[in-house]
C-alpha cells in the first residue's frame, strides 16, 4: 500500500455560498462529484460577514488542519487562494501540512496576484511567497498567467488548468427582434470591475436606433453607479439587479444577447466562460488570461481596459451585425464545449492530481 492509501486530500477554499468567481469554480467541482472520487475534506476558511464571523472561521479551519495533520491522515492539500490576506491566510492554515511534507497545489484565482507580489510586497514577503510557490505545486488559469508565475517563483511546477463552466442548452435568439440589444454585466460595481466606463460608453450610444438594454448584476457601490446612470441620462437603459444567485443568473444570461466584461484585472473570469456557454458574443477588455479565451473578432471583441470609446464602438459593430454577433457566440459556445466543459477541465486537474500521488477512492 502507497502512503497516501486511505488517507484525505484537503481541499481549502471560501465558503460554498460566499460570492464570486472561487466561491462559483469551487461549487462546480462539487456538483461534478470531484470531492467523493478522491476522498477531499473541504475546509472553509473564510465566510462572507463581519470580522468576528471570518476570524472564528479562520481559527476554526487551522485547528480542523492541525487535528487531522497529527492524525497522519492527510495525503496532501489543494488551497484556493487570492491575492494579499487570502494567501497568507491559506499559507498559515496548510503549515502542518508543509511540516507533514505532503504535496500541497496552490491553486491561484485572482488576478491581480502579480501586482500583489511585486507593489504590494516588500523584500521579506516576497521571498516568503517565492518560497512556499516553490514548494508546492501551483495551478495558473491561463498559459499567460504560467508565465507571470514562473519569474515570480522560476523554481516552482506550475500547470495550466482553466476554470470549468457547466453547459446549459444554448437559447434560440434567431427569433428575437434585431432592433433590441440587452447586455449583460456579471461582477462586483466597481472601478475595477469597469462597470463606471461601461455606463460612460452606454452613454455615447443611447441614440441609435437600437433599442439597447444594460442589467448589472452584482454588489458594490451601487450607489455611486446609480448616480453616473442617472447624470449620464440612461436611468431607462439601465437594470440594477443587485447580486444574483445561480437560477437568477441563468435566467439572466437566457435573455442576454451580449455579455460584456470591462475590467481593469482578471484572472480566467468565471461570468466570462458563463457567457461563452450560454452562446453569447463576450465583450471583455484585454486583460489576465482572457486573451487566452477570447480571439478578437472570432468568439468577441476585445478592448483596451478604460477604452471607452473602443468599448462603444464594439457595441455599435455588434448592433450593426446581428450575423456577425451571432456568428460570435456560435463560436464562443465551441470553444467552451471544447475546452472549459467540466469534464475537459476535471481530467486535466485528476491528471495533476495522479501526478502528486493523491490517490481515488
Known sequence: MSKSEGKLVLM???????????????????????????KILYVQTHRDGSKRLKLITAIGAW????????????????????????????????????????????????????????SRCGVVARYLVRQILE??????????????????????????????VELTPVVDRDSRKTDSITVLFLGRLSKEKGVFDLLEAFAAI??????????????????????????LGLSAKVEFMGWVGPKKKAELLSIADVLVLPSYFE????????????????????????????????NGLLFSPGDITALSHCFEKLGADFP??????????????????????????????????????
Open 135 to 164: 514548494r508546492s505545486y501551483v495551478i495558473a488559469l491561463s498559459k499567460s498567467w504560467v508565465d507571470e508565475l514562473k519569474v515570480i517563483a522560476p523554481k516552482a511546477v506550475v500547470v495550466c488548468i482553466p476554470n470549468p
Open 206 to 231: 443611447r441614440n441609435t436606433s437600437i433599442k439597447w438594454k444594460l442589467i448589472l448584476a452584482g454588489n458594490g457601490d451601487l450607489e455611486r453607479a446609480r448616480k453616473l446612470a442617472n447624470d
Open 324 to 361: 456577425f454577433a451571432k456568428k460570435l457566440g456560435r463560436a464562443a459556445r465551441l470553444r467552451a464545449e471544447n475546452d472549459f466543459s467540466v469534464p475537459v477541465v476535471i481530467e486535466r486537474l485528476e491528471k495533476l492530481y495522479i501526478c502528486v500521488g493523491f490517490k481515488r477512492v
Open 12 to 38: 481549502v477554499g471560501t465558503d460554498f455560498g460566499s460570492k464570486g468567481g472561487m466561491s462559483a469554480v469551487i461549487n462546480v467541482y462539487l456538483r461534478s462529484g470531484l470531492l467523493d472520487k478522491w
Open 63 to 118: 485547528w480542523r488542519v492541525l487535528i487531522k495533520a497529527a492524525s497522519g491522515k492527510l495525503a496532501g492539500a489543494h488551497i484556493h487562494v487570492a491575492a494579499g490576506a487570502s494567501f497568507w491566510r491559506k499559507s498559515l492554515i496548510v503549515l502542518p501540512v508543509f511540516f507533514l511534507r505532503a504535496p500541497v497545489i496552490f491553486h491561484i484565482h485572482d488576478g491581480e496576484f502579480s501586482s500583489f507580489y511585486w
Open 267 to 298: 484572472g480566467l473570469p468565471m461570468a466570462v466562460l458563463e457567457g461563452m456557454a450560454s452562446g453569447l458574443p463576450v465583450v471583455s477588455s484585454r486583460v489576465g488570461g482572457i486573451p487566452d479565451v477570447i480571439e478578437d473578432s472570432v
